[in-house]
C-alpha cells in the first residue's frame, strides 16, 4: 500500500523507525550531537485507600547505580488509588552486566520507597526509551516532503523529566509550518524550515536552558554532575557562555565483560519485588502467531565475536521483557530470539555495541497492551 501526502509529521517517540531510516536519508543529524537515550522501566500499582496520597510525589537519583550511571526514580500518587513508580537507567551506562530491570527492583525495596507499596498490588508493567540528548542533538527537523516532531527529534527535558508539553508545542509548530509551505505559491513542492520556526519559539528557550544539565552527568559521574547542574541553574540560569556536548552515541559506551565487575543481583520476593516473567505479562504484550520476526540480528558471527566473546551478551540483561536468551549449542552459546515478548522499548536498536540488531515495526496491533494510567 502506498500512502501518499504533501506533507507527512512523524511523531513515532524515542528512536522512530521511520525517522532512522529518514535521518540516514537525509543527513539530517549532520552538525549535532549524537542523541543519547535513557531507558524507563515502570510499574503502576493498587494501594489501600488509606495509604493513598494524591498528589504526593517523589524523585531520587543515583542509588543503586554506581557513581558513573546517570538514572532515577520516580513515583506519584494519582487516580482511585494508584501508585506509578518508574526508574530511568541513562543507556550510556558502562557495565555490560547491568539490568536496567533489575536496578528498577532494587530501588523498590528502598525504605523511602518500599512504604508505598505495602499491601498493594502491582497492576501494570511497562518499559520505553527516552531522548536524553536535548537542545545539542535536535536533528534538522524538515526534510523534503515532511517533518520531525516529538520524541523521535528529542524534545524531552532532562532535569523536569517532563516531554509532554514540549512535544505538544513541537506538534503545533509542525503544524504552522505545514499550513504556511502549502499556503505558499509552489507549496506543492516548496520544503518547510521547522528549526527556524524552532528557534523563535519558547519551546527551544526551554531545551536551551536545560542543554547542559545531563551532558555534565555524563561527564563527572552523578556527584559531580550534580554539583555542577545545581550551579548551572542557580548561578547562570541555564545560560552558560558554553555548551557541555555528548561525545558519543550509547552504543559504543560498555567497557569489556573481562574488566566489568558482574552484579549480583537478589532474588525477587514476589510481593514487592518480581521476575521479568511476571512482569512481562502484565505489559499485555502481544504479536500475532506466525508474522515475520520484528527483530533483526544483522550478523551472526559478529554478534559471536562482539556481543558474546567481548561483552558476555549485554542485550540479556538490558531487555526489559527478556527477548534475549542465550541456548547451548553444540557450538557453543548461540542467541535465541523472543519476539513475541518485545515490549517495543527500542533500547537494542540503540544500545547494540555494532547497531547489528535492526528493530522493525511489527505487523499492525503487535506490542504491548497498556491499559490507562501507564
Ligand atoms: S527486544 Fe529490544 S525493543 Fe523489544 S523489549 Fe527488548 S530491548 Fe526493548
Known sequence: MILRARQTILAEGARGSVTKAIMARYHLRENVDPQTYGLGVKEVWEVPPEQHRPGFVQHSFGWPLDDQTYGG?????FGENLVSFGFVVGLDYQNPYLS?????????????FAEHFKNGRRLIYGARALSEGGFQSIPRLSF?????????????????????HTAMKSGMLAAEEA???????????????????LEKSWLADELYKARNFRPAFARWGTR??????GLDTLLFRGRAPWTLHHRHPDNISLQPAATSKAIPYPKPDGSLTFDLTSSVYLSGTNHEEGQPVHLKLRDEALWKAVNRDFYDCPETRYCPAGVYETIEVPEGRALQINAQNCVHCKSCDIKDPEQNIDWRPPEGGGGPNYPAGM
Open 179 to 197: 499550513a504556511s509551505v502549502l499556503d505558499a505559491p509552489g507549496g506543492r513542492v516548496a520544503t518547510s524550515d521547522l528549526n527556524a520556526r
Open 224 to 229: 559531580l554532575g550534580a554539583i555542577y547542574a
Open 144 to 164: 523534503p516532503g515532511g517533518m520531525l516532531t516529538g520524541d523521535t527529534a528529542g524534545f524531552l527535558n532532562v532535569p523536569k523529566i517532563k516531554g509532554t
Open 73 to 77: 526514580a520516580f513515583l506519584y500518587h
Open 100 to 112: 536496567p530491570f533489575q536496578e528498577m527492583q532494587r530501588v523498590k525495596t528502598h525504605p523511602a
